[in-house]
C-alpha cells in the first residue's frame, strides 16, 4: 500500500493559477523532497493532504483513508510553514491539546525533545524566536507515532545546530519502522543532498516528475567538447549544448558519451553537476513546454 496516493488533484485558486493536476504515488521508506519556485502551490498542497483546503477535483489518500478523515490525521503529523496560529499557547498548553486529540502521544518523548531543543515550556509560542517555534511545533509533531511526516520548510530558520538536530531526527523517524515516510518542502540543494531520497518537483502547481536523487547526481553531467557546433539535438540524454564554451548538458552522461564516441565527437573534460543546478536545468525545460519524461 502507497503512503501517499494523489490522483488528478486540482484546485482553483484564483482567475490566475490553478494548481494542479497533480498526480503521484509515494512508497513507505522514503524520504521525499517537494521542490517547487515560490508559489508552486506547495503549502497549498500540505494543506490539502491534511483536510485544511479542500480540493476541486481529484483524490488525495494517505494509506487509503481519504484527506482529512479523523482516521488520516491519526497517522499523519504535519509542520505547517506558518506557525501564527497557535502561537497564543505556551508549549506545554499545545502539548495537552496534542495529548487530549492523539492517543499515540508519548510525553516521555516530549520530555526529551523539549531538553533537547532546550524549549522554555511556559512561555507563549508567539513570544519566542522563530527557530526555537520551529523546534517546538517540531518537537510536538514527532511526539506521536505517526507513519507520515509532513514538513512544509522544515528547515527555514533554523540555525546551523538545528539543521543538524533536524537531520538527525529525520533519520531516527524514518528508522522507528520500515512503513515510515517524510515529505518535506524545501529550497535548498544541501538539505535535499543531506536528506532526500526522492524528489517530488513542481512548477506553477503542476506535476514535473519524481526524480531518485542518486539517479539524478549519477547521470548527469556537464561535458565540454572539441567541436561544440557538431553536436545535433537527437543526441541521447541531450538537455542542452552551451556554444558560449563549449559544453553540453547531459541527464544521461554514459548514453551521450557512447554516441559521441560514436561519432568521432572529441570530449575534453567532464564535469558531475550540484544538485541546485541540475533542478534549475530540469525547470527551465519545464518552462519552455519541453518534456523531459
Ligand atoms: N490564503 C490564500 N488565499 C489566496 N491565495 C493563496 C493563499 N495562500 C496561497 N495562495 C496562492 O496560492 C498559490 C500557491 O501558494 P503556496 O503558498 O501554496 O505556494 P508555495 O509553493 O508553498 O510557495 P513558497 O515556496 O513561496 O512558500 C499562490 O499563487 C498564492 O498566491
Known amino acids: 500500500m502507497n503512503t501517499l496516493e494523489i490522483n488528478n488533484l486540482q484546485k482553483k485558486i484564483d482567475k490566475d493559477f490553478v494548481l494542479g493536476p497533480l498526480n503521484t504515488e509515494i512508497e513507505p521508506g522514503s524520504v521525499v523532497a517537494l521542490v517547487g519556485s515560490n508559489g508552486s502551490g506547495k503549502s497549498t498542497l500540505f494543506q490539502m493532504i491534511m483536510g485544511l483546503v479542500k480540493h476541486d477535483e481529484g483524490s488525495i489518500k494517505v494509506m487509503n483513508v481519504n484527506a482529512g478523515e479523523p482516521e488520516m490525521k ?5 509542520l505547517p510553514q506558518s506557525l501564527v496560529v497557535q502561537g497564543k499557547f505556551t508549549m506545554r498548553q499545545l502539548a495537552d491539546l496534542n495529548k487530549l486529540a492523539f492517543a499515540d502521544w508519548s ?5 526529551e525533545y523539549v531538553q533537547k531543543f532546550g524549549i522554555p515550556l511556559n512561555k507563549r509560542l508567539d513570544k519566542m524566536s522563530g527557530g526555537i517555534q520551529k523546534k517546538a511545533f517540531l518537537a510536538i509533531q514527532l511526539s506521536r507515532s505517526s507513519s507520515l511526516l509532513l514538513l512544509d520548510e522544515p528547515y527555514a530558520g533554523l540555525d546551523f545546530a538545528g539543521q543538524e538536530m533536524l537531520d538527525e531526527e529525520i533519520i531516527k523517524y524514518m528508522e522507528r519502522s520500515e512503513n515510515q515516510t517524510v515529505l518535506f518542502a524545501s529550497h535548498s540543494g544541501d538539505e535535499i543532498k543531506r536528506i532526500a531520497d526522492y524528489i517530488w518537483l513542481v512548477h506553477q502547481g503542476r506535476h514535473i516528475g519524481i526524480f531518485e536523487k542518486d ?3 549519477q547521470n548527469w553531467r556537464r561535458v565540454w567538447i572539441k567541436d561544440s557546433l557538431a553536436i545535433k539535438n537527437d543526441t541521447p540524454g541531450l538537455i542542452s549544448v552551451n556554444q558560449a564554451d563549449g559544453s553540453l548538458i547531459t541527464k544521461n552522461n554514459s548514453q551521450t558519451l557512447e554516441s559521441l564516441k560514436k561519432k568521432g565527437i572529441e570530449v575534453l573534460h567532464t564535469q558531475p553537476m550540484d544538485l541546485r543546478e541540475i533542478l534549475t536545468e530540469l525547470l527551465k525545460k519545464e518552462e519552455k513546454g519541453e518534456k523531459l519524461i
Do not use: P
Not at 491519526?74 to 504535519?78: H, R, W
Not at 510525553?107 to 520530555?111: A, P, V
Open 107 to 111: 510525553e516521555t518523548i516530549f520530555q
Open 74 to 78: 491519526k497517522s499523519t503529523a504535519y
Open 215 to 217: 539517479e539524478l547526481q
